[in-house]
């Protein structure tokens, strides 16, 4: 089954949380770590670019405090 923004993730930390609510550099660093399971592997390959760019967006605002 293909996981979409709503679905929930399916484990870990964020695990019932729909998928769009789920840090992006959570989900890279599954994936970067190769703990990404299947579904959430394509969910992270699909929205990649999206991805990268809330993960950077997330380190610039932990860089502000």
């Known amino acids: 089954m293909k996981l979409k923004d709503n679905s929930p993730m399916p484990y870990g930390q964020y695990k019932g ?5 789920v ?3 959570y989900l890279l660093w ?3 770590n190769e703990k990404a399971h299947r579904g959430v592997k394509e969910y992270v390959q699909d929205n990649m670019k999206l991805l990268e760019k809330e993960a950077e967006s997330e380190r610039e605002q932990r860089g502000r405090y």
């Open 30 to 32: 599954l994936y970067d």
């Open 17 to 21: 949380s729909p998928m769009s609510d």
């Open 23 to 25: 840090p992006g550099s």
